[in-house]
């Protein structure tokens, strides 16, 4: 159960308290204040504090001013005017109460970092609020410095760190001379360098005409002075190869090397034979022969082996399939057209293969025609399929018959059952004639055309 929490004037609410209750007696004016807030929180009005929630307080009407104060929080006035019988609900929002920590090194003027921000150069003051924090000293030729600090109430408090210098020497050579020198991926210059660093990793490459690029780690220590040579590998020979089309597999004395384009280095100085393998193309072939620490190219132009096949398959709606696998259905020009688009099968091999068409109402259902395919060759044919797109009731016997719908009268259409079959039918003898669309089944329609 809430706790209410009368907060008259004095005097009037002795008064008030010392009445006894009883029918027909007012309560005395006053209204009622809801406040919620962050935990901890604190809600002090006049003298009074109060801060035990739920927070619910029963007011004479009139102005007041609350102070509401929670750890951790800034501290927060707010004026407030209840009128007679309100009830008045507060969501108080506070704002973080925040410190002044100053950071500060020697030397001075190293970079703070905290998480992934730098937040600034040291001396440096930062507003937090209460809680831990950590972060990270950097100084070029000074060791990096982890530091960790909590704020446990307003009062302002400093930190000071002393860095230490990490400074190493080193001299990097090079077997050859004058080999380009990249440390941490910035060029420096030549073998051979000399020169300061921090304490620390680094990574080292070289690279030199005719050898292989050399890649290391440098571990140095503050105050350690190094001196470093590094041996490079000459550079075996190696092969780009390019292919028009591109995609075709590589094989390098028959050991696949990758799919063009591809480069094949760290070949010995030898004769190489060299095959281009591509589906729909005749294999390419050359021989080459690698020098060492060069490089050579080669490219191939693949001669297609393989041929075309272009279908020209009516009435639409046809389902149409190449050795089994699905090729979708005959497309018409347009939506008032009888004619049908030309289905192009490209990418196929030389050899025999078998069409299928087939519908439904197409009399066979199915059928197959065979077609010899030649390389570099197109292929076209037209198919012509039998499918059934009417249906008919004739009016004596009450027999329906699908077949197919050639030409129409007001006095009679011209109908057959099979492929090869054409009779005339006066409508006098008809119930009804229903024309099918090329996807919908027969059977008997709902309505249809008398």
């Known amino acids: 159960m809430k706790r209410m929490m009368n907060f008259f004037l004095p005097a009037v609410l002795a008064a008030a308290l010392s009445l006894p209750g009883g029918c027909g007696?007012?309560?005395?004016?006053?209204?009622?204040?809801?406040?919620?807030?962050?935990?901890?929180?604190?809600?002090?009005?006049?003298?009074?504090?109060?801060?035990?929630?739920?927070?619910?307080?029963?007011?004479?009407?009139?102005?007041?001013?609350?102070?509401f104060t929670a750890p951790g929080y800034a501290p927060k006035w707010q004026s407030v005017v209840l009128k007679d019988q309100e009830h008045r609900r507060i969501a108080?929002?506070?704002?973080?109460?925040?410190?002044?920590?100053?950071?500060?090194?020697?030397?001075?003027g190293a970079e703070l970092v905290m998480g992934s921000r730098v937040v600034g150069a040291t001396p440096l003051v930062l507003e937090l609020p209460l809680g831990s924090f950590s972060g990270q000293l950097r100084m070029p030729g000074y060791s990096e410095r982890a530091i960790d600090w909590r704020v446990d109430d307003e009062r302002p408090r400093q930190i000071?760190?002393?860095?230490?210098?990490?400074?190493?020497?080193?001299?990097?050579?090079?077997?050859?001379?004058?080999?380009?020198?990249?440390?941490?991926?910035?060029?420096?210059?030549?073998?051979?360098y000399s020169g300061e660093f921090n304490e620390g990793k680094y990574r080292i490459r070289l690279e030199a005409p005719g050898f292989l690029p050399l890649e290391q780690v440098l571990t140095l220590n503050r105050g350690e002075e190094l001196p470093k040579t590094y041996k490079l590998t000459p550079k075996p020979g190696g092969i780009d190869i390019t292919s028009e089309p591109a995609g075709a597999e590589i094989f390098v004395n028959d050991v696949k090397q990758g799919v063009t384009p591809c480069t094949v280095m760290n070949?010995?100085?030898?004769?190489?034979?060299?095959?281009?393998?591509?589906?729909?193309?005749?294999?390419?072939?050359?021989?080459?022969?690698?020098?060492?620490?060069?490089?050579?190219?080669?490219?191939?132009?693949?001669?297609?082996?393989?041929?075309?096949?272009?279908?020209?398959?009516?009435?639409?709606?046809?389902?149409?399939?190449?050795?089994?696998?699905?090729?979708?259905?005959?497309?018409?020009?347009?939506?008032?057209?009888?004619?049908?688009?030309?289905?192009?099968?490209?990418?196929?091999?030389?050899?025999?293969?078998?069409?299928?068409?087939?519908?439904?109402?197409a009399m066979p259902s199915s059928r197959d025609y065979v077609l010899e395919v030649q390389k570099e060759k197109v292929v076209n044919r037209k198919i012509d399929v039998w499918v059934a797109n009417c249906e008919i009731k004739f009016k004596d016997t009450g027999r329906v018959e699908l077949g197919a719908l050639f030409e129409e009268s007001e006095k009679a259409i011209f109908f057959g059952t099979e492929p090869g079959v054409r009779v005339e039918i006066g409508r006098d003898k008809l119930e009804w004639v229903r024309k099918l669309k090329i996807d919908e089944p027969a059977g008997k329609p709902e309505s249809s055309e008398k």
Do not use: W
């Not at 108080?92 to 001075?108: D, G, I, Q």
């Not at 230490?164 to 991926?185: H, R």
């Not at 050359?286 to 060492?292: E, F, H, M, P, V």
């Open 25 to 67: 007696r007012k309560e005395p004016p006053g209204a009622v204040v809801n406040i919620t807030g962050p935990e901890g929180l604190s809600v002090g009005c006049g003298k009074q504090v109060f801060t035990k929630p739920p927070f619910e307080l029963k007011m004479p009407p009139g102005s007041y001013l609350f102070k």
């Open 92 to 108: 108080v929002e506070l704002e973080p109460a925040l410190t002044s920590v100053l950071v500060a090194t020697r030397p001075a």
């Open 160 to 192: 000071m760190v002393n860095l230490d210098a990490n400074i190493a020497k080193a001299t990097i050579s090079s077997i050859p001379e004058q080999a380009q020198l990249f440390i941490d991926d910035r060029p420096v210059g030549a073998t051979p």
């Open 267 to 361: 070949l010995t100085p030898a004769v190489y034979r060299i095959r281009a393998v591509k589906q729909g193309y005749d294999v390419g072939e050359k021989t080459i022969q690698i020098a060492a620490g060069f490089s050579d190219s080669i490219r191939f132009k693949l001669v297609k082996s393989t041929g075309a096949i272009i279908l020209n398959v009516q009435p639409a709606g046809i389902h149409i399939s190449l050795d089994g696998k699905p090729y979708g259905k005959s497309v018409a020009e347009s939506e008032n057209s009888t004619g049908t688009k030309p289905i192009l099968i490209d990418s196929v091999a030389p050899g025999r293969h078998v069409v299928t068409v087939s519908h439904p109402r």
